[in-house]
């Protein structure tokens, strides 16, 4: 699982319409699993993305960070966590 941190270009980019072209945009075998908003600053929230993803991903979280980062609204995003998940 990778905890993704998405950054609005500003607070009048709606976080839940950003929220709707992830799950749109993400691959097979790739999962949102659970959002939430942090508070960044002056009324400005990021978005806080969990998101599963193959184990055996050739390079990391690279695919992913590219994919966030290419969705109108969004100005960049950072890694904060990934994990192994156990089941």
Not at 3 to 9: A, L, S
Not at 35 to 59: H, S, W
């Amino acid at each position: 699982m990778a905890v993704v941190k998405v950054f609005p270009e500003g607070d009048e980019v709606s976080l839940d319409g950003i929220t709707e072209q992830v799950k749109g945009k993400l691959p097979q075998g790739y999962k949102l699993v659970r959002t939430d908003k942090e508070p960044i600053a002056y009324g400005l929230n990021a978005l806080i993305l969990f998101i599963t993803l193959p184990e055996q991903t050739e390079g990391g979280t690279d695919f992913l960070e590219d994919t966030l980062s290419s969705i109108q609204g969004v100005s960049h995003v950072e890694v904060v966590n990934i994990t192994r998940l156990g089941f």
